[in-house]
């Protein structure tokens, strides 16, 4: 299951309460999704996963998002031949006039995946597409190594975009939880937060800040 093999490279989750973009207190840290690049035969599923489905959406382009969607677009442009692009994020200056919106392949008229590591908000891929779509691309499809969107409004949810992406965030708390990186009851503590939400003075985060997590029980 690819989602347990994401979830068994090593130092993907960090114990200790933390912030995130200085606002949204999370019970651990951040995803690590960068450790992956060392796992060679989880990158390269991975990789394989997302090359189907933009197939399946009879992609021509792949274009990463800068920058964690750029490795992944570049390595199935490598592996599966697509041709390849990255966007700026929204409101890059960059150093000539009138920057682009993408570079590498031309995506005016052709048919777009665009690719991330993980989809939370969609404030990032909305700029993205934009950037895309001033150059003449027709997105196609989005594809996330983990989507996060059951953290983000119900609006965004039912978006009507097509998704692709290898487990959901909560799918790969249980496959943590499955080898071992962490306890069961960190991970019923977890979900408690996801659905109800904590105020910073619930007594939860403390259990949670102490909380001891380890390494997978199996290599993937």
């Known amino acids: 299951m690819l989602v347990e093999a994401i979830a068994s490279v090593e130092n993907m989750f960090q114990p200790g309460i933390t912030e995130f973009d200085g606002e949204v207190l999370l019970p651990f840290k951040p995803i690590f999704l960068e450790n992956i690049y060392a796992e060679k035969e989880v990158w390269l599923e991975i990789s394989k996963h997302a090359s189907k489905f933009a197939k399946s959406v009879a ?16 390595s199935m442009a490598i592996n599966d031949g697509f041709k ?36 939370w908000t969609g404030q ?76 910073p003075e619930h007594p939860n985060w403390a259990e949670l800040d102490s909380a001891a997590f380890g390494v997978a029980k199996r290599t993937v």
């Open 84 to 119: 390849f692009a990255y966007a700026r994020k929204a409101g890059y200056k960059g150093h000539v006039k009138d920057e682009p919106g993408t570079r590498g392949a031309d995506v005016d008229g052709c048919k777009v995946v665009v690719i991330e590591d993980a989809i």
């Open 124 to 199: 990032s891929i909305r700029g993205f597409e934009e950037n895309v779509r001033r150059q003449g691309g027709e997105v196609v499809g989005y594809y996330s190594i983990i989507d996060m969107r059951e953290l983000s409004p119900s609006h965004w949810r039912e978006d009507e975009r097509v998704f692709g992406y290898c487990g959901t965030y909560s799918e790969l708390l249980d496959a943590a939880a499955n080898v071992g990186v962490f306890s069961e009851r960190v991970r019923q503590l977890i979900r408690e937060f996801i659905e109800g939400g904590w105020t």
């Open 59 to 74: 992609a021509e382009v792949v274009v990463g998002a800068e920058s964690a969607g750029v490795p992944l677009a570049a």
